[in-house]
């Protein structure tokens, strides 16, 4: 008996250390299986966007491209007035920190952006089924395949008026200058559509419908103010 609970005594400290170790490593990455850590990457796996009404209220929070995700890792997830019960779901992440920050993030059912909102101290949160105006892109995954352009005849005629159909450029004209055209985008469809624009070369405007089709950003179509040959 005496050798059961040494045995068991030792496996206890080993468990200890091993958690210790482990909450150390991995401390700004958390546990995925946790549900705080769960929603954060579910945002994280989507492209971030502000609404361009909001943007001067996310500077006034120190919130821009480079701080967003820092503040998603280290701020808390209020579940209690997140808005769970059905899409959009919306969740409430707070800091509490030299500033008190609190935004809430729409998660749509087969969208890839998720919108950001500035709250107030007791502000409740609002599901957006559909907005007006643009949102800017802050943050995108990091993921090297993340957009497609769709195979099709039409798809593949109309991509002819791209400066590049390379993927990593057209990721990183999103990056750069992403925004979401909100009027024209329908995020509560069951294959949502994402109006989107970017520039390609600092002069040439793309405008193009998308969805998110196995697990990339696919383009269905481009509207250019010209007819292309091929069409």
Request: glycine share 4%; aromatic share 12%; proline share 2%.
């Amino acid at each position: 008996m005496k050798g059961i609970w040494k045995r068991l005594r030792y496996y206890l400290i080993g468990f200890l250390i091993g958690t210790i170790f482990v909450s150390i490593l991995f401390k700004d990455r958390g546990c995925s299986w946790t549900p705080t850590n769960r929603v954060k990457n579910s945002i994280q796996d989507k492209i971030i966007v502000f609404p361009e009404n909001q943007i001067q209220s996310f500077n006034a929070l120190g919130l821009d491209k480079e701080s967003v995700y820092k503040f998603l890792v280290e701020a808390d997830v209020d579940f209690s007035n997140s808005l769970k019960d059905k899409f959009p779901k919306v969740y409430i992440i707070e800091e509490n920190d030299s500033i008190d920050r609190r935004l809430q993030f729409s998660l749509y059912e087969d969208s890839y952006i998720t919108i950001a909102h500035v709250l107030g101290k007791d502000e409740k949160p609002k599901r957006y089924e559909q907005l007006e105006g643009w949102g800017k892109m802050m943050r995108l995954p990091k993921d090297s395949s993340l957009v497609f352009i769709d195979k099709s005849n039409y798809t593949q005629c109309k991509a002819r008026g791209l400066a590049s159909t390379d993927q990593d450029d057209i990721i990183e004209a999103m990056k750069a200058s992403g925004r979401v055209d909100f009027s024209k985008s329908d995020l509560m469809l069951t294959k949502a559509v994402q109006q989107i624009q970017f520039m390609q070369n600092d002069t040439l405007e793309v405008n193009a419908k998308t969805i998110w089709f196995e697990s990339r950003i696919t383009f269905k179509d481009f509207n250019w103010d010209y007819k292309l040959e091929c069409e």
